[in-house]
């Protein structure tokens, strides 16, 4: 029997989100699963990604092909890296805390307090309206020299 890891699908039309499973090579994407080893949520910012990899390791090593996409997801977390005696990779992106976002948002406004910003918002209303005042000085302009 063949085994396969790869992507059963759950969640709402746009909003997919999938278990990364160990099936039967002939069972349907979304069928019978002999076990389920991590999950993945693409939709998340930064995407969401947890792989036991103990048991990833186990099924590699007795035979289990990974899909493409499985493939990828493995080779993110170090698990594919591990199973081939390959240096891992660099650490997953953490997502950035309040603290941290705060932190960088003080120093460009730091760098912001010595320019000479005048603090005023340019709408794109208030440029067409610069533009026909300005044409309209323009034919003024010219119908005062045609005279």
Do not use: C
């Not at 076990?35 to 949520?41: L, P, Q, S, V």
């Not at 932190?103 to 912001?112: E, M, Q, R």
């Amino acid at each position: 029997m063949a085994v396969k890891i790869k992507l059963k699908r759950l969640g709402k039309i746009r909003q997919p989100h999938y278990r990364i499973v160990v099936a039967d090579a002939r069972t349907r994407r979304d069928g019978r699963a002999i076990e389920e080893i991590g999950i993945y949520h693409p939709t998340y910012n930064p995407s969401k990604i947890e792989v036991d990899g103990e048991r990833a390791q186990y099924w590699l090593s007795v035979g289990a092909q990974p899909t493409e996409a499985v493939l990828a997801i493995l080779k993110l977390t170090g698990d594919w890296q591990a199973h081939k005696g390959l240096p891992a990779p660099a650490p997953l992106l953490q997502p950035a805390t309040k603290e941290d976002k705060r932190a960088s948002f003080d120093v460009f406004a730091k760098t912001l307090e010595g320019d000479d910003a005048k603090g005023e918002a340019i709408t794109p209303k208030a440029k067409k309206a610069d533009k026909k005042a300005d044409e309209a000085e323009a034919a003024a302009s010219t119908e005062s020299t045609e005279a």
